[in-house]
């Protein structure tokens, strides 16, 4: 007979708001966020035996946790079109991608196989709960949360990822192999990015509540050792500096079309006779580097506006549907000064200083000051509670109400 007499799933807290930096947290191991940035973040991996202590002191108590979300939970999942979803099969390699239907996915009891779902803090609160404890590393380099769910012997192959990963163990016991080898060679011959020499220099089986930090280029493969194994997966983006500069460009030459002063003509009367006509004229070049320098393009402020833009738009997948029945301005005002307004679980909103991005869009230009303080406080704490606004119904805060990008908490 079995010692626990009692299984439940694991509820997840929120993280508080002002997130204590400087002291020890169970997370990691006992050493505190400031001191994990400092000697391990970008630089090497770090096991955590117990990072979620709730699991290990259950099971003193003589009692199971369970992950959040149950495998029937997952499989609904990955048959809607909204969720990003694989399957993954082993002996031999497959792939595909969802939605699935139901008859698809393996029996949890099958062994080789492994479902992965993407944004999964979009999907579920208690994932979103799980990403506002990693609210000390810049949101613009936050990803997703994936979840892995898989049969026995179930995994993806030994591979690398080039972003900062945060493995937490959520059901079952994984074995995790890690290699801080050179050859990142993949082998061409499968479906999958699969390493095709992996040598493996440390290896532990990370049991519920444990979790492995791996910074990027690290390679990694990790066997499902019971079924209905779960891996939970906090991953944080890191672009190029081409993607970004290119994403940056484009932005800055669409805001060009608001600047009438840009619509005057070139004209050179001081051009000379010239030898070489076939040169770009010196005069075109130096008026050009003169207004380049008036319009300040010639410094990196004027990228970042468009650069945060574009690390604030949402996933692919995000789909946005307003309420069903719209608050109108002064009813919107009254709930606001009573309940919080939260970001949708699939918007993003960052902040360039005293600008406030979401989705992709500028929410303070053009506004007043106390919008201004709205969407500042929506961007730092990630929920809003006010009395103080007027003149709401043609305000950026009550247009992204309206477009679903902000809630009300229910």
């Known amino acids: 007979m079995s010692s626990f007499y009692l299984s439940k799933p694991y509820q997840p807290p929120q993280a508080p708001q002002n997130l204590p930096l400087n002291v020890p947290w169970a997370l990691f191991g006992g050493i505190s966020p400031e001191q994990f940035m400092k000697q391990y973040w970008h630089k090497k991996p770090l096991l955590i035996r117990g990072a979620i202590p709730a699991f290990s002191l259950a099971t003193q108590n003589g009692e199971a946790l369970e992950s959040p979300i149950s495998f029937p939970e997952l499989a609904e999942l990955s048959t809607q079109d909204t969720v990003e979803s694989r399957l993954i099969q082993s002996k031999p390699w497959s792939f ?3 939605p699935f239907a139901k008859k698809s996915i393996p029996a949890i009891n099958k062994p080789n196989w ?3 779902l993407q944004g999964m803090e979009a999907h579920h609160p208690a994932a979103a709960k799980i990403l506002s404890w990693f609210r000390f590393i810049p949101d613009a380099r936050l990803d997703d949360l994936m979840i892995s769910v898989a049969g026995i012997g179930g995994g993806v192959g030994p591979h690398f990822d ?4 945060f493995l937490m163990q959520m059901s079952g016991r994984r074995h995790w192999h890690i290699s801080e080898q050179k050859d990142l060679s993949l082998n061409p011959k499968l479906p999958l990015k ?4 992996f040598r493996s220099e440390q290896d532990w089986i990370l049991e519920p509540g444990d979790m492995l930090y791996l910074p990027p ?5 990790g066997i499902a050792l019971d079924a209905g194994c779960q891996t939970w997966s906090i991953g944080f983006r890191s672009p190029s500096f081409k993607e970004l500069l290119q994403e940056g460009l484009w932005r800055l030459a669409e805001s060009l ?3 009438p002063e840009l619509e005057q003509k070139f004209a050179d009367p001081k051009q000379e006779a010239t030898a070489s006509a076939e040169q770009l004229p010196d005069e075109l070049i130096a008026q050009l580097k003169g207004q380049l320098h008036k319009l300040k393009l010639d410094q ?3 990228f970042l506006p468009g650069i945060t833009a574009y690390l604030s738009e949402p996933k692919q997948q995000a789909i946005f549907d307003g309420p069903n029945s719209p608050l109108k301005p002064k009813a919107f005002l009254a709930r606001l000064s009573r309940e919080n307004l939260l970001p949708h679980p699939q918007t993003r909103i960052l902040s360039l200083g005293k600008q406030v991005f979401c989705n992709g869009e500028s929410m303070t230009q053009d506004q007043g000051p106390r919008i201004g303080d709205a969407w500042r406080s929506l961007s730092a704490q990630k929920r809003l509670r006010t009395k103080s606004l007027q003149n709401i119904d043609k305000s950026s805060l009550y247009e992204a109400y309206l477009s679903g990008w902000l809630i009300f908490e229910e």
């Open 96 to 98: 595909d991608h969802g």
């Open 162 to 165: 080039s972003y900062d990963v």
């Open 300 to 302: 990196i402020d004027s």
């Open 114 to 116: 492994t479902l992965l």
């Open 257 to 259: 079309e608001n600047l």
């Open 194 to 197: 699969i390493l095709q020499h």
């Open 217 to 221: 280029h690290v390679a990694h493969d």
